[in-house]
């Protein structure tokens, strides 16, 4: 979005940036807080429930302010509709996972301006914070189903890793709906990783092993500078011209 | 084809696409109606059948006008040997889940020329197609089978989620040849799916890291912007040299 | 190996290719009937387990003949060591199921030629051919052990197709050493097909949506255009000057 | 680094290479005796401890002196965190495993100058070494531990193959932290593996495919061809004037 379009809607995302990076890290804390420390006690688990809901509630007022702010509503709401969705989703109580959605976006908007340009460090970091989500998430989900093979974090780390990999040994895996409603977006999450780092490789090696590019630059170059030798001959046959007809 | 070659043909086919799509989108909806609701009447269970079996005749009998009124038969057999498959073999009963392969090539043809080139939106709408039309089929095949472990829909869904993306818990797997037939085509979708998407994120990483292309292109406008200013210079020394002969 | 080089060697290889290419398909087959049919007579056993025999011992007179018969007999050692290997390694009788690579090592050298200009024909058959002997041979080596899962001929294909798509339930898996080799050399195989599939698609891509260079060729014939007309006119140039001092 | 820079530290790592080359293979037998022979008698266990503790005595020595010599300290350190983390973190009874990572580093920094350039034979050599490394260094984790599935080396080398493939049967799987870290080690490896011949064989497609680029190539040539051609006509010219003049 052009801020000359927009400048009211560009001015608030300036403004709310940090406020709104803060945010997600206290939510993402407090939410691995509330999965992993499930025996903590009932006044402890209220205040984390607060925090988690009013942080929630900060990225709804958020997203209605700049629903607000801008001027073409119709545009922000087609291109939004991802933020709409993972602000409305988590209201139903069983979708509640999906708050760590607007979290992550709102750390990659952040962090991805700084890092983009070092492919590998960008990779790494993401693969690692979706990783780390989405082990609290299918550890929430799961913990209480009787038949549920995921019961701890090393274990919902563990099953995690299989996922994103792809290899899949089967060991561990969901059972409840949340829980696969999770691995779906990790799956998504780890077929893309794949296509990444596949398509890194291969653009290097493209680069690297044709070299046919680089002999064409370096013809190029020596077709300008012909150019410009016979271009200066010219100049000196018209002035000798000039000359003998003086 | 081309329009001058097989002029009937292709007025045919245009004029039966829309009445095609909308047949595979009822004959969709019978099938998934049909294996959902397993407790439905005997009554219902005819007509659904009923609809299921029309719908099949008119893709058949498609097939039949357009081999009548090619001109060159013998290239249109050659090149709808696809086509002639999808519609015989669903005769036999074990194979009737390949009827589905008709009605998504209907609506892949329909549909394709419009969002084609928003290469992420076709990937998504094929791969939820192909989906939910594979969690239909292994459904219908397994739930009999005194083995299965598919046999619930949410159980399909999370068995197709898992195979086409090559994780493979092998917490849900077919039994029976049918649904071993329906997990080897979305096996193949899987990787076809695979490679569509890392070609896609390698093609782009290619032009976007790579630059040099950029680079030649740039040369070459200099290079011919350098010939014009040559051209322009002689045709000037001309001019000067008509002058001192005149 | 250019046929100056080693005129004799090319030769016989030229005259022997049809007869191995007979003789790998009645091999394959005889090799097929042994596993597929194990309720045979003896009597019948014995005849097949000639015929394979007989087979192998062609293959290395074949081999013994091309070494007898190159000039360079190092470079031949060192370019064929995988042909040797591939005829003495299933002496040993654990790894007879290696003598499945000579047979296609034959058919591809026969068919590729022919096929590999349309990329998608040849990877079919290949990948069709590969699966059928990794079936083959994996029930061969599974059947006999008291914990197989392996016994019959679907499993082999299901297990080959899960195996190959990298997909990987664990419903069937192989738990001899020998099947367990087998599964090696499909796991290569499959990685290899993931590769030439996810290849072909982002070479496609990249020509397709770059259009950059269409783009330079455009421009270079440009370019060249451009020079010829500027040669044109300072011919003309000369030719008025000839005039002027005449 | 250039050796211009840091001229100490570059003729330390070259006098270094061969001794810590002799080194790695040591440390890679010791620890492959110690962990197949788990038999062997409380002497000879303690002699092999013994080896692998002292070769990682002079690994961390190395790091040592290469700090100390190192002009540049800062750069040195961040440059070389990896070597540090692989010196310090097997202290840690737990993470012994990770010594194996200096190994791999140093037997590749000696071998990949030689080979790169056969791209296939170094993929290869890569694959074995770490697949062995992480073969034994699984089997050492796991063996002990009562529910493991791996517990002889043909098991951990059939889970290695089927972890390195993302194939994943899950019918063995580590249960062990340690086992659970070779594993993320591994599929990190694996992943980079299909990275890496997915764009090996994708970049030497596009090559083959497209041949757009020898084009360009040859009509570079033909540009500068015609551009010396002009220039030699150019001069011809300059001297006709000259004749003309005198």
């Known amino acids: 979005m052009l801020e000359t379009d927009e400048p009211r809607l560009a001015g608030w995302e300036r403004r709310a940036e940090w406020p709104l990076t803060v945010l997600a890290v206290v939510f993402l804390v407090a939410y691995a807080w509330e999965v992993l420390d499930n025996r903590s006690t009932p006044g402890l688990h209220v205040v984390l429930e607060v925090v988690l809901w009013a942080v929630w509630l900060v990225f709804a007022v958020d997203y209605g302010t700049r629903f607000v702010l801008a001027v073409d509503k119709r545009r922000f709401f087609v291109t939004h509709l991802f933020d709409l969705l993972a602000v409305l989703l988590p209201v139903v109580r069983q979708l509640r996972v999906l708050r760590l959605l607007t979290v992550l976006k709102v750390l990659n908007r952040r962090f991805s301006g700084k890092i983009r340009h070092q492919v590998g460090v960008y990779v790494a970091g993401v693969t690692t914070l979706v990783g ?4 609290l998430a299918v550890l929430d989900a799961e913990r209480a189903h009787p038949d549920a093979t995921i019961t701890t974090f090393g274990d ?8 994103i990999s792809t290899v899949g040994y089967g060991d561990r895996y969901p059972v409840t709906w949340e829980g696969r409603l999770v691995a779906a977006l990790l ?15 291969a653009s290097w090696l493209v680069e ?24 200066a001959e010219l100049a000196e046959l018209r002035a000798e011209l000039r000359a003998a007809k003086g």
């Open 132 to 135: 780390l989500c989405a082990s």
């Open 156 to 163: 919902a780390a563990w099953w995690t890793l299989t996922t």
């Open 187 to 201: 799956m998504i999450g780890g077929i893309a990783l794949l296509g990444v780092i596949t398509g890194t490789i």
């Open 208 to 231: 690297r092993l044709s070299g046919v590019e680089g002999q064409v630059v370096e013809a190029e170059q020596a077709t300008v500078a012909e150019l410009r030798s016979l271009k």
